[in-house]
C-alpha cells in the first residue's frame, strides 16, 4: 500500500450519505470518491473500497483509526473488521491511516451530555443520538473516553462486511454467477468449482461498483469475536520486536532533545551553552519556545549537553506557584461565583433528618507517566511535513505542526503509531510542537525528539488535585441524605483551550460519577465548584471520575458506617437502576462477602458507574504488622458484550492497579511552578509485590456495548480506603493513602 | 571498545561513560532494550550482561568492555521464541508492551538462576520492573506457566 | 598498635579533635551510613524528602548474603560508581549491605559505641584497624561522595578517623 505519506490529509467532512447510521447502527454505504480519505492519493494499483479497507497487488490493508496506547485498539478493530471481511486478522496489514474527519468519533460527544448513562428515558436518549453526529461534523478524529469499541463495533463490522460483499458482487459479475453462490476465506472469493480469487484480483473491479449494504454476521456465527483472541501484536511485543517512536530511525535521522523553562511558560532570562556546545556528538543547539533543543547523534548524548546548558529562567506570571497556595485556592473555592454545576438535587439535603456526618476529602495531582517517554519525528519540507508521533488526537497534532511551518493543514502528513502507554498523556502534543520548532530549522532533515523522563515528568499536563465535601445525614439504620461539593479545576476547559477551542457551560468532568451515581438516596445533592484555571490539567485514566469515585463512595461508607448498616447490603437496597444491582451482587457474591472478617483483616467494597459501565470492586487487606498488604481484588463489571475476555480482564484489572498505586502512591507537588517529582523514584506506583490476586467477573447484560480502559479505576481506590477501615478503624481522606498508613 | 552483542562482535569507539543502553540503541542499532527512566527505577532496558539480568542504563561503556550482552532480541525470535517468551505470549501479558522486554529478560534470568521460585521469590526478582499498565497478575500467570513447561 | 595509631594519628593529624563518641555517632547514624546498616531483614533504606526514611524501593533485599537475592543482586543496578542524575543508583566497588552484625538501625549511639569496639561485631578488627578501614573502603568512602540529591555523611573521612583514634586515646569511652 501507499505509505500515508501520499494521501493527501483532507480536511473535509465526509458526506452525510457515506456513514449515516454509522453512530448507532450498522449498514452505511460508501458512495462518493471524495467521501472517502484513502482515494485521495491512492498508488497506482491500489483501491479501496471504503474509509477501512485499502487493497493492493499484496492484498488487504485494515485503516484501525483509533491509536493504541496499549488498551489494545489495533487487535480489535482488526479483529472486528476481519471477522466479516474474511482476512486473517493475524497476518493481514494494519495502518492508523491519515488523519481524518472520516474517522470521527461519534461517542465522545454523546457522552460529555449531562445525562446519566443508566438513564434511558426519552430526553436522554435523544439527547445522546443528536450528540453523536456532533463529533462526526467536527471531524473530532479522537481515540479517549474508552469509546473505541462502543464506537467502532457496528462501524467496522459494516465496513468489513460491505467490503466482503462488494468483493463478492465483483467476482460474480466476472463469472456470471450470483453472490449467493460465492464464500469467502482468507482473504479470497471462493467460486462453487473450488477455485479461490484473492481480493487483490478482484478490488479494481470492486470499487468500480456502488457498495453493497448488508447487515453485520450475527454473534452466534463469530469465528474470532467473543472468545479469548490473540491480540495482533502480542508476538512483537514478547519478542522485543515490536518498534515505538523512539525506535524510528529515518535516514539522515537527527537525535534531538529539549530542555525548557520547569516553571512552564516562564521563558528564558539568559543562557550560556558554551559547555553543552563542546561535548561530543552536538550538532546544534536551537532556540525553542520556553528554552532549547540539543541536536545530536545520539539520544544519550543530548539528553547530557542539555544537562549542561546553564539558564537563568524566568518566572511564569499570574499563576501560583506552590501547592501549598494551590490548597488554599481550592479550599476558596466552594463559593456561588465558581459554581459550576449541580446536575443532582433531589429532596431537600438541608432539610433532611437524622445523624448528621461530615468529611472533607483531598486528592493530589497527578501525572500519566506512561512508561515511554514522549518523542515525536518531523522531517520539514517546503512542501511537505511528516510527522510520526503517538497520539490521540491526530488532526490536531496535524493544526498544531501546520500553525508552526506556516503550511496549510493538508500539507502536514500525522503518521500516527501505536505508543508505550498514555492513559490521556497523548491526548497532548507539546512534544510534537517542540519536534516542528525544531524541524523548521532543519529543512529536509528528519529529526527525532525524545524527551528524557525528567523533561516529560515536570512538564506534565495532570489530573487536577481536588477536594470535596461531603455532608449526609443517617436515621432509623439507612442513609437519608448526601451532599457532596467538589472543587477542582475544569479538564475541558483547559484541555479543548490548548487545542484552541472555547469551551462552553460546565464541566461534566468536575462531578462525573457523583452526580448521576445510582443511588437513591431520598435527599441528595452534587454541586460542582470549578476552581479558576492555574496549571495544565488533563485527562487521567478516568478523568473525573478518578477522584470522584474516591469522594462519593468513600463518603457514603462513612455514611453506611454511622448508620450501623452493612456497605454491600445497605448500597444494594439503595441502587435503583437494575443492572448497576446486578453488579454489585456479583461481586459480593464472588468474594463471598460476609460482613466483618475481624482479626486484622478487612474487606471494602466500592461501586461506580463511569464511562457507560456499572462496575463493583471488593478488596480485602490485611494488616501484616509492617503495613497494609491487599490480598485479593474481586472486580465486577457489565460491558454489555465482551469482544475478548482476556483483553477485557487485561483492561478492567490494569485500571484498578492503576487507580491503587496512585492512590496508595504517587503525587505531584509544585514550588516555584516546578513540579518537584522527577523521575519514577519521586512517583512511585503499582509494582508486582503490592499486585494483589485479581478475580474479574465481566457481565453482557446492558444493551450497548462498552468499553472497559477506563471503568475499572473508579472503583477501586474507594474500596481499598474502605477495606482499610473495616481492617484498622482508620478512614483515609487523603490522597496518596502511604502518608497516612504503612503498606506493606 | 570491544563487546559481544547477541552472539555478534562489535568493536566501538564511544566514551567510556555511555550507558550500555544507549550503546546499544543508538549505536548498533539495537531497539529491543527501552529507554525508560535512566535511573534503574524502572526496568525496561533490562539486558543479560554475562548471563545476569542487569539496567543497561546504569552500566558504562567502560564496564561492559569485553562482555557478552544478550538482549531480548538475542534471547528468543518470533519464529523461535525463549520459553519464556512464549509463556508471555500464550498469557497475554503485554497491553502497552513497553516494559515487556525488561521483564522477560528479568524473568528469564530469575527462572535460569531459579527454576522453581516460589511466589515469595517471584515478588521479589520481578518488582524492579515497572509496569505502567500492570500487566503484573498476567506476568505472574507467565512466570508459572514457563515454570511448568520448563518442568515438563 | 601504639605505632599504627602513631601513625594514623599523624596521617590524620587535626586540630582539636574531640575524644567523646558524639562525633563519631554523629557520622554513623547519619543516612548515608546507618541507611545500609540494617537487621536482618536485609532491606535497605531510602531517605524521603520529609526527612525519614523508607524501605528501598522495588521490594529490594539484601538477602543472606547481603548483597542482593540471586536473582537480583545489588549490581544488577549499583555499579563501581555514582550515576549522575538525581535518583540514579549510587555506586562504589563492592555495593553491598555490611554484615547483619553491624546493624546500627534502630540502636542507640551507646550500643553502635560498644559493638564498634567489639571484634565480634566490627568485622574481627582492632579500634585502630576500624579507623583504618574509615579512611579505605570504597563503600564507607562512599558516604561523603554519594553521587547527586544526596546529603554526605558530615565532615570529611579525615575528620572521622581523627575522631576515632582521638577518641581511642581517650580510652575510647561510650555514652
Given at each position: 500500500?501507499?505509505?500515508?505519506?501520499?494521501i493527501?490529509?483532507?480536511?473535509?467532512?465526509?458526506?452525510?450519505?457515506?456513514?449515516?447510521?454509522?453512530?448507532?447502527?450498522g449498514?452505511?454505504a460508501y458512495?462518493?470518491?471524495?467521501?472517502n480519505p484513502?482515494?485521495?492519493?491512492?498508488e497506482?494499483?491500489?483501491?479501496?473500497?471504503?474509509?477501512?479497507v485499502?487493497?493492493?497487488?499484496?492484498?488487504?490493508?485494515?485503516i484501525?483509526?483509533?491509536?493504541?496506547?496499549?488498551?489494545?485498539?489495533?487487535?480489535?478493530?482488526?479483529?472486528?473488521?476481519?471477522?466479516?471481511?474474511?482476512?486473517?486478522?493475524?497476518?493481514?496489514?494494519?495502518?492508523f491511516?491519515?488523519?481524518?474527519?472520516?474517522?470521527?468519533?461519534?461517542?465522545v460527544?454523546a457522552?460529555?451530555?449531562?445525562?446519566?448513562?443508566?438513564d434511558?428515558?426519552?430526553?436522554s436518549?435523544?439527547?445522546r443520538?443528536a450528540?453523536?453526529?456532533?463529533?462526526?461534523?467536527?471531524?473530532?478524529?479522537?481515540?479517549g473516553?474508552?469509546t473505541?469499541?462502543?464506537?467502532m463495533?457496528?462501524?467496522?463490522?459494516?465496513?468489513?462486511?460491505?467490503?466482503?460483499?462488494?468483493?463478492k458482487l465483483?467476482?460474480a459479475?466476472?463469472?456470471?454467477?450470483?453472490?449467493?453462490?460465492?464464500?469467502?476465506?482468507?482473504?479470497?472469493?471462493l467460486?462453487?468449482?473450488?477455485?479461490?480469487?484473492?481480493?487483490?484480483?478482484?478490488a479494481?473491479e470492486?470499487?468500480?461498483?456502488?457498495p453493497?449494504?448488508?447487515?453485520p454476521?450475527?454473534p452466534?456465527?463469530?469465528?474470532?469475536l467473543?472468545?479469548?483472541?490473540?491480540?495482533?501484536?502480542i508476538?512483537a511485543?514478547?519478542?522485543?520486536?515490536?518498534r515505538?517512536?523512539?525506535?524510528?530511525?529515518?535516514?539522515?535521522?537527527?537525535h534531538?532533545?529539549?530542555?525548557?523553562?520547569?516553571?512552564?511558560?516562564?521563558?528564558?532570562?539568559?543562557?550560556?551553552d558554551?559547555?553543552?556546545?563542546?561535548?561530543?556528538g552536538?550538532?546544534?543547539?536551537?532556540?525553542?519556545?520556553?528554552?532549547?533543543?540539543?541536536?545530536?547523534?545520539?539520544?544519550?548524548?543530548?539528553m547530557?549537553?542539555?544537562?549542561?546548558?546553564?539558564?537563568d529562567?524566568?518566572t511564569p506570571?499570574?499563576?501560583?506557584?506552590?501547592?501549598?497556595?494551590?490548597?488554599?485556592?481550592?479550599?476558596?473555592?466552594f463559593?456561588e461565583?465558581?459554581?459550576?454545576?449541580?446536575?443532582?438535587?433531589?429532596?431537600?439535603v438541608?432539610?433532611?433528618?437524622g445523624?448528621?456526618?461530615?468529611?472533607?476529602?483531598?486528592v493530589?495531582?497527578?501525572?500519566?507517566?506512561?512508561l515511554?517517554?514522549?518523542?515525536?519525528?518531523?522531517?520539514?519540507r517546503?512542501?511537505?511535513t511528516?510527522?510520526?508521533?503517538?497520539?490521540?488526537?491526530?488532526?490536531?497534532?496535524?493544526?498544531?505542526?501546520?500553525a508552526?511551518?506556516?503550511?496549510?493543514?493538508?500539507?502536514?502528513?500525522?503518521?500516527n503509531?501505536?505508543?508505550?502507554?498514555?492513559?490521556?498523556?497523548?491526548?497532548d502534543?507539546?512534544?510534537v510542537?517542540?519536534?516542528?520548532?525544531?524541524?523548521?530549522?532543519?529543512?529536509?532533515r528528519?529529526?527525532?525528539?525524545?524527551?528524557s523522563?525528567?523533561?516529560?515528568?515536570?512538564?506534565?499536563f495532570l489530573?487536577?488535585?481536588?477536594?470535596a465535601?461531603?455532608?449526609?445525614?443517617?436515621?432509623?439504620g439507612?442513609?437519608?441524605?448526601?451532599?457532596?461539593s467538589?472543587?477542582?479545576h475544569?479538564?475541558t476547559?483547559?484541555?479543548?483551550?490548548?487545542?484552541?477551542?472555547?469551551?462552553?457551560g460546565?464541566?461534566?468532568?468536575?462531578?462525573?460519577?457523583?452526580?448521576?451515581?445510582?443511588?437513591?438516596?431520598?435527599?441528595?445533592?452534587?454541586?460542582?465548584?470549578?476552581?479558576?484555571?492555574?496549571?495544565?490539567?488533563?485527562?487521567?485514566?478516568?478523568?473525573?471520575?478518578?477522584?470522584?469515585?474516591?469522594f462519593?463512595?468513600t463518603?457514603?461508607?462513612?455514611?453506611?458506617?454511622?448508620?450501623?448498616?452493612?456497605?454491600?447490603?445497605?448500597r444494594?437496597?439503595?441502587?435503583?437502576d437494575?443492572?448497576?444491582?446486578n453488579?454489585?451482587?456479583?461481586?459480593?457474591d464472588?468474594?463471598?462477602?460476609?460482613?466483618?472478617?475481624?482479626?486484622g483483616?478487612?474487606?471494602g467494597?466500592a461501586?461506580?458507574?463511569?464511562?457507560?459501565?456499572?462496575?463493583a470492586?471488593?478488596?480485602?487487606?490485611?494488616?501484616?504488622?509492617r503495613?497494609?498488604?491487599?490480598?485479593?481484588?474481586?472486580?465486577?463489571?457489565?460491558?454489555?458484550?465482551?469482544?475478548?475476555?482476556v483483553n477485557?480482564?487485561?483492561q478492567?484489572?490494569?485500571?484498578?492497579?492503576?487507580?491503587?498505586?496512585?492512590?496508595?502512591?504517587?503525587?505531584?507537588?509544585?514550588?516555584?511552578?516546578?513540579?518537584?517529582?522527577?523521575?519514577?523514584?519521586?512517583?512511585e506506583?503499582?509494582?508486582?509485590?503490592?499486585?494483589?490476586?485479581?478475580?474479574?467477573?465481566?457481565?453482557?447484560?446492558?444493551?450497548?456495548?462498552r468499553g472497559a480502559?477506563e471503568?475499572?479505576?473508579?472503583?477501586?481506590a474507594p474500596?481499598?480506603?474502605?477495606?482499610?477501615?473495616?481492617?484498622?478503624?482508620?478512614?483515609l481522606?487523603?490522597?496518596?493513602?502511604?502518608?497516612?498508613v504503612?503498606?506493606? | 571498545?570491544?563487546?559481544?552483542v547477541?552472539?555478534?562482535?562489535?568493536?566501538?569507539?564511544?566514551?567510556?561513560?555511555?550507558p550500555l543502553?544507549w550503546?546499544?540503541?543508538?549505536?548498533?542499532?539495537?531497539?529491543?532494550p527501552?529507554?525508560?527512566?535512566?535511573?534503574?527505577?524502572?526496568?525496561?532496558?533490562?539486558?543479560?550482561?554475562?548471563?545476569?539480568?542487569v539496567?543497561a542504563?546504569?552500566i558504562?561503556?567502560?564496564?561492559v568492555?569485553?562482555?557478552?550482552?544478550t538482549?531480548?532480541?538475542?534471547?528468543?525470535?518470533p519464529?523461535?521464541?525463549?520459553?519464556?517468551?512464549?509463556?508471555?505470549?500464550?498469557?497475554?501479558?503485554?497491553?502497552?508492551?513497553?516494559c515487556?522486554?525488561?521483564?522477560?529478560?528479568?524473568?528469564?534470568?530469575?527462572?535460569?538462576?531459579?527454576?522453581?521460585?516460589?511466589?515469595?521469590?517471584i515478588?521479589?526478582?520481578?518488582?524492579?520492573?515497572l509496569c505502567?499498565c500492570?500487566?503484573?497478575?498476567?506476568?505472574?500467570?507467565?512466570?508459572?506457566?514457563?515454570?511448568?513447561?520448563?518442568?515438563? | 598498635?601504639?605505632?599504627?595509631?602513631?601513625?594514623l594519628?599523624?596521617t590524620?593529624?587535626?586540630?582539636?579533635?574531640?575524644?567523646?563518641?558524639?562525633?563519631?555517632?554523629?557520622?554513623?547514624?547519619?543516612?548515608?551510613?546507618?541507611n545500609?546498616h540494617?537487621?536482618?531483614?536485609?532491606?535497605p533504606l531510602?531517605?524521603?524528602?520529609a526527612?525519614?526514611?523508607?524501605?528501598?524501593?522495588?521490594?529490594v533485599?539484601g538477602?543472606?548474603?547481603?548483597?542482593?537475592?540471586?536473582?537480583v543482586?545489588?549490581?544488577?543496578?549499583?555499579?563501581?560508581?555514582?550515576?549522575?542524575?538525581?535518583?540514579s543508583?549510587?555506586?562504589?566497588?563492592?555495593?553491598?549491605?555490611?554484615?547483619?552484625?553491624?546493624?546500627?538501625?534502630?540502636?542507640?549511639?551507646?550500643?553502635?559505641?560498644?559493638?564498634?569496639?567489639?571484634?565480634e561485631?566490627?568485622?574481627?578488627?582492632?579500634?585502630?584497624?576500624?579507623?583504618?578501614h574509615v579512611?579505605?573502603d570504597?563503600?564507607?568512602?562512599?558516604?561523603?561522595?554519594p553521587g547527586?540529591?544526596r546529603?554526605?555523611?558530615?565532615g570529611?573521612?579525615?575528620?572521622?578517623?581523627?575522631?576515632?583514634?582521638?577518641?581511642?586515646?581517650?580510652?575510647?569511652?561510650?555514652?
Amino acid at each position: 500500500m501507499a505509505s500515508f505519506g501520499k494521501i493527501a490529509r483532507r480536511t473535509f467532512l465526509i458526506g452525510s450519505a457515506a456513514v449515516a447510521g454509522g453512530v448507532a447502527f450498522g449498514v452505511y454505504a460508501y458512495r462518493k470518491p471524495v467521501e472517502n480519505p484513502l482515494l485521495a492519493e491512492l498508488e497506482p494499483g491500489e483501491t479501496t473500497l471504503n474509509p477501512f479497507v485499502l487493497i493492493d497487488a499484496d492484498g488487504v490493508t485494515l485503516i484501525t483509526p483509533r491509536g493504541d496506547v496499549g488498551q489494545g485498539a489495533i487487535s480489535i478493530q482488526t479483529y472486528l473488521l476481519a471477522e466479516e471481511l474474511d482476512v486473517d486478522p493475524q497476518t493481514v496489514r494494519t495502518s492508523f491511516g491519515p488523519a481524518s474527519g472520516a474517522y470521527y468519533n461519534g461517542k465522545v460527544a454523546a457522552e460529555g451530555m449531562p445525562f446519566a448513562a443508566w438513564d434511558a428515558g426519552f430526553l436522554s436518549t435523544q439527547a445522546r443520538k443528536a450528540a453523536g453526529p456532533a463529533g462526526k461534523f467536527i471531524g473530532l478524529h479522537i481515540t479517549g473516553g474508552s469509546t473505541t469499541v462502543p464506537d467502532m463495533y457496528d462501524r467496522l463490522r459494516a465496513a468489513g462486511a460491505s467490503a466482503r460483499e462488494t468483493l463478492k458482487l465483483a467476482a460474480a459479475n466476472r463469472f456470471t454467477l450470483t453472490p449467493e453462490d460465492l464464500k469467502t476465506e482468507g482473504g479470497q472469493v471462493l467460486l462453487p468449482n473450488g477455485d479461490a480469487i484473492p481480493y487483490a484480483d478482484l478490488a479494481a473491479e470492486a470499487a468500480a461498483l456502488d457498495p453493497v449494504s448488508v447487515e453485520p454476521r450475527a454473534p452466534e456465527s463469530w469465528t474470532w469475536l467473543g472468545k479469548p483472541a490473540r491480540r495482533t501484536d502480542i508476538v512483537a511485543k514478547s519478542t522485543g520486536t515490536f518498534r515505538y517512536g523512539g525506535d524510528l530511525v529515518l535516514d539522515d535521522m537527527i537525535h534531538a532533545t529539549v530542555v525548557t523553562n520547569p516553571a512552564m511558560g516562564g521563558g528564558v532570562v539568559s543562557h550560556d551553552d558554551s559547555a553543552a556546545r563542546a561535548m561530543r556528538g552536538i550538532l546544534d543547539i536551537l532556540p525553542i519556545t520556553d528554552g532549547f533543543a540539543v541536536l545530536a547523534d545520539n539520544d544519550w548524548r543530548a539528553m547530557k549537553a542539555a544537562r549542561a546548558i546553564d539558564v537563568d529562567w524566568g518566572t511564569p506570571e499570574g499563576r501560583l506557584a506552590s501547592s501549598a497556595e494551590m490548597w488554599e485556592a481550592h479550599a476558596a473555592a466552594f463559593t456561588e461565583e465558581n459554581r459550576d454545576s449541580r446536575f443532582a438535587d433531589d429532596g431537600d439535603v438541608e432539610a433532611a433528618p437524622g445523624n448528621l456526618v461530615t468529611a472533607e476529602y483531598r486528592v493530589p495531582f497527578l501525572h500519566h507517566a506512561p512508561l515511554e517517554p514522549a518523542n515525536a519525528t518531523v522531517r520539514y519540507r517546503p512542501e511537505r511535513t511528516e510527522v510520526w508521533t503517538a497520539t490521540q488526537v491526530p488532526i490536531f497534532v496535524r493544526d498544531a505542526v501546520a500553525a508552526i511551518t506556516g503550511q496549510e493543514a493538508e500539507a502536514v502528513t500525522v503518521h500516527n503509531l501505536a505508543s508505550g502507554g498514555s492513559f490521556g498523556h497523548r491526548l497532548d502534543y507539546l512534544w510534537v510542537q517542540q519536534a516542528a520548532e525544531i524541524a523548521v530549522q532543519v529543512p529536509g532533515r528528519p529529526v527525532r525528539l525524545t524527551l528524557s523522563r525528567e523533561q516529560d515528568m515536570t512538564h506534565g499536563f495532570l489530573r487536577p488535585m481536588a477536594i470535596a465535601r461531603g455532608r449526609g445525614t443517617v436515621e432509623n439504620g439507612t442513609v437519608r441524605s448526601l451532599d457532596l461539593s467538589i472543587a477542582a479545576h475544569s479538564v475541558t476547559e483547559s484541555q479543548i483551550g490548548r487545542a484552541g477551542l472555547p469551551a462552553a457551560g460546565p464541566d461534566i468532568a468536575i462531578v462525573a460519577a457523583a452526580w448521576d451515581a445510582p443511588y437513591a438516596i431520598p435527599d441528595r445533592r452534587v454541586t460542582g465548584y470549578r476552581v479558576p484555571a492555574g496549571v495544565a490539567v488533563s485527562s487521567w485514566r478516568s478523568v473525573g471520575a478518578s477522584h470522584n469515585g474516591f469522594f462519593f463512595e468513600t463518603f457514603l461508607d462513612e455514611l453506611i458506617a454511622e448508620a450501623g448498616a452493612d456497605p454491600v447490603e445497605e448500597r444494594l437496597r439503595l441502587i435503583h437502576d437494575p443492572a448497576s444491582r446486578n453488579v454489585l451482587a456479583t461481586v459480593a457474591d464472588m468474594a463471598s462477602w460476609t460482613g466483618p472478617l475481624g482479626d486484622g483483616t478487612g474487606r471494602g467494597v466500592a461501586f461506580t458507574y463511569a464511562f457507560g459501565v456499572p462496575c463493583a470492586q471488593i478488596i480485602e487487606v490485611s494488616d501484616t504488622g509492617r503495613g497494609i498488604r491487599l490480598d485479593k481484588l474481586w472486580i465486577a463489571a457489565d460491558v454489555g458484550r465482551v469482544l475478548d475476555p482476556v483483553n477485557l480482564e487485561s483492561q478492567l484489572t490494569g485500571g484498578a492497579l492503576f487507580g491503587l498505586g496512585h492512590a496508595i502512591h504517587s503525587e505531584i507537588t509544585f514550588e516555584d511552578h516546578t513540579i518537584q517529582q522527577r523521575n519514577y523514584h519521586e512517583y512511585e506506583g503499582m509494582r508486582l509485590w503490592q499486585t494483589p490476586e485479581v478475580e474479574v467477573r465481566a457481565l453482557e447484560t446492558l444493551p450497548t456495548i462498552r468499553g472497559a480502559g477506563e471503568p475499572g479505576l473508579p472503583p477501586a481506590a474507594p474500596a481499598l480506603a474502605n477495606a482499610i477501615f473495616a481492617a484498622t478503624g482508620t478512614r483515609l481522606r487523603e490522597m496518596p493513602f502511604a502518608r497516612t498508613v504503612t503498606f506493606a | 571498545m570491544r563487546l559481544t552483542v547477541d552472539g555478534t562482535e562489535h568493536e566501538l569507539d564511544v566514551e567510556p561513560d555511555m550507558p550500555l543502553l544507549w550503546l546499544l540503541r543508538d549505536e548498533l542499532g539495537l531497539h529491543g532494550p527501552k529507554y525508560g527512566c535512566g535511573i534503574a527505577a524502572c526496568g525496561a532496558c533490562t539486558v543479560h550482561l554475562d548471563g545476569l539480568a542487569v539496567r543497561a542504563c546504569q552500566i558504562t561503556a567502560e564496564e561492559v568492555e569485553g562482555a557478552e550482552v544478550t538482549t531480548i532480541e538475542g534471547l528468543g525470535t518470533p519464529d523461535a521464541p525463549h520459553p519464556v517468551q512464549q509463556a508471555w505470549i500464550e498469557e497475554q501479558v503485554a497491553q502497552c508492551g513497553y516494559c515487556q522486554s525488561g521483564q522477560i529478560m528479568q524473568a528469564a534470568s530469575l527462572l535460569a538462576l531459579n527454576p522453581a521460585p516460589t511466589d515469595a521469590e517471584i515478588d521479589a526478582a520481578m518488582s524492579g520492573n515497572l509496569c505502567r499498565c500492570a500487566s503484573y497478575p498476567r506476568i505472574r500467570a507467565a512466570i508459572r506457566r514457563a515454570i511448568q513447561s520448563e518442568g515438563a | 598498635m601504639r605505632s599504627t595509631l602513631a601513625l594514623l594519628a599523624l596521617t590524620f593529624a587535626l586540630p582539636a579533635a574531640a575524644q567523646g563518641f558524639d562525633p563519631i555517632a554523629e557520622v554513623l547514624l547519619h543516612p548515608r551510613c546507618a541507611n545500609c546498616h540494617v537487621g536482618d531483614d536485609g532491606i535497605p533504606l531510602w531517605s524521603t524528602d520529609a526527612g525519614g526514611t523508607r524501605p528501598h524501593g522495588f521490594h529490594v533485599q539484601g538477602g543472606e548474603s547481603r548483597m542482593g537475592i540471586e536473582t537480583v543482586p545489588c549490581s544488577a543496578c549499583h555499579t563501581e560508581r555514582n550515576g549522575t542524575l538525581p535518583g540514579s543508583a549510587p555506586g562504589a566497588e563492592g555495593w553491598a549491605l555490611p554484615p547483619v552484625e553491624m546493624q546500627w538501625a534502630a540502636r542507640t549511639p551507646a550500643q553502635i559505641c560498644e559493638q564498634l569496639k567489639d571484634p565480634e561485631r566490627n568485622g574481627g578488627r582492632t579500634i585502630a584497624e576500624v579507623a583504618d578501614h574509615v579512611s579505605h573502603d570504597p563503600l564507607v568512602l562512599w558516604g561523603w561522595d554519594p553521587g547527586p540529591g544526596r546529603e554526605p555523611a558530615p565532615g570529611t573521612p579525615e575528620e572521622t578517623v581523627a575522631a576515632i583514634l582521638a577518641w581511642a586515646d581517650a580510652g575510647a569511652p561510650c555514652p
